[in-house]
């Protein structure tokens, strides 16, 4: 081979590298702003997420995770994991920040996916009253879940997806294993 055609080669390889190199779009309101990772001009990102095909059950999901600003960088908030075997699955947005992380549980029934339980975790405080009015502020995980029910048919939206009510949550000592305080549920700690 000639010189002038190796470099030639050499070129279209590098072209080629880069060109397979995969983008991620990010999307505001369904219309793209931006790629993940990649810097942007915008100072705030609100409703902003990428999308993740995934196979569920043998279904091919859409699932729409949160996407904010760091660095002037469009960053993931959460990171995806998938658990569970059988007819069960867990799906775990765990954050990349802060620690926290929130839990869909479901299950294939028939042809159809459907919802049976929303988990959420979190570093938290707990108020002990050492008396009236007099109060000591211990570090916590709150976890908050509730049963549920709902069908998932092609795409799954994060945003409002983990929405609780005070009686839902309950906190433990954060030296209880997370995976501890979520089997014991609203058992009585002694702080």
Not at 133 to 151: H, M, Q
Not at 166 to 191: L, Q
């Amino acid at each position: 081979m000639k010189p002038h055609q190796l470099i030639l080669l050499f070129l279209l390889l590098l072209i080629s590298a880069f060109k397979g190199k995969a983008q991620v779009s990010v999307y505001s309101n369904e219309s793209i702003i931006g790629q993940l990772n990649e810097k942007t001009v915008r100072t705030a990102c609100e409703n902003c997420y990428y999308q993740e095909s995934i196979a569920l059950f043998n279904k091919k999901i859409k699932i729409k995770i949160p996407v904010n600003i760091q660095n002037e960088k469009l960053q993931t908030e959460r990171i995806l994991e998938i658990s569970g075997k059988g007819n069960n699955k867990i799906l775990k947005f765990n954050s990349v920040s802060d620690g926290s992380s929130n839990w869909l549980y479901l299950q294939k029934k028939g042809d159809r996916i459907h919802i049976i339980r929303k988990l959420s975790y979190s570093n938290a405080v707990y108020a002990k009253e050492i008396k009236t009015n007099d109060f000591d502020y211990l570090p916590a995980t709150e976890v908050c879940t509730r049963n549920a029910s709902g069908v998932i048919n092609e795409e799954i939206s994060f945003s409002g997806l983990f929405m609780f009510v005070p009686t839902d949550c309950y906190k433990c000592p954060i030296k209880t294993d997370v995976n501890d305080c979520i089997k014991n549920g609203k058992i009585k700690y002694n702080w």
